[in-house]
């Protein structure tokens, strides 16, 4: 089933929420400082192409809570706002709730990806 509900993701708005991971990751590995947090977006970039089927754990440190800070400031607003809408236009159907559950999850997870953990 996870194969089937990650096909019709991309279809409908995972593909673009992909790509805003990845768009955000090329930003930060410009600067020799922000390639640590790239790396990261590229790793969740690929949870957000395939979500179904996999779970997120928080945890973390200090080390994770500073970097949450910097990126809440300088990307993760923006990345939280446009899955968060692309789940609330999902949701507008009873076919799109699961669609719209897994938006949620990553906009939650785009306020504070560091120290988080995909299962």
């Known amino acids: 089933m996870s194969i089937l509900g990650n096909i019709l993701w991309l279809i ?44 997120v754990v928080h945890g973390g440190g200090a080390g994770s809570f500073l970097l949450n800070v910097l990126w809440f400031i300088f990307s993760g607003l923006e990345l939280a706002i ?26 939650g997870l785009s306020l504070a990806p560091f120290g988080a953990e995909v299962h």
Request: charged share 5%; glycine share 18%; hydrophobic share 55%.
């Open 12 to 55: 409908f708005g995972g593909f673009l929420s992909g790509l805003g991971w990845l768009v955000a990751g090329l930003l930060w590995c410009i600067t020799i400082v922000g390639i640590p947090v790239g790396v990261q977006c590229f790793k969740l970039a690929g949870l957000s192409f395939c979500p179904f089927g996999k779970e």
């Open 82 to 107: 446009c899955n968060f809408v692309f789940g609330l236009l999902c949701c507008i159907t009873i076919v799109g709730i699961p669609f719209g559950k897994q938006f949620f999850k990553i906009a």
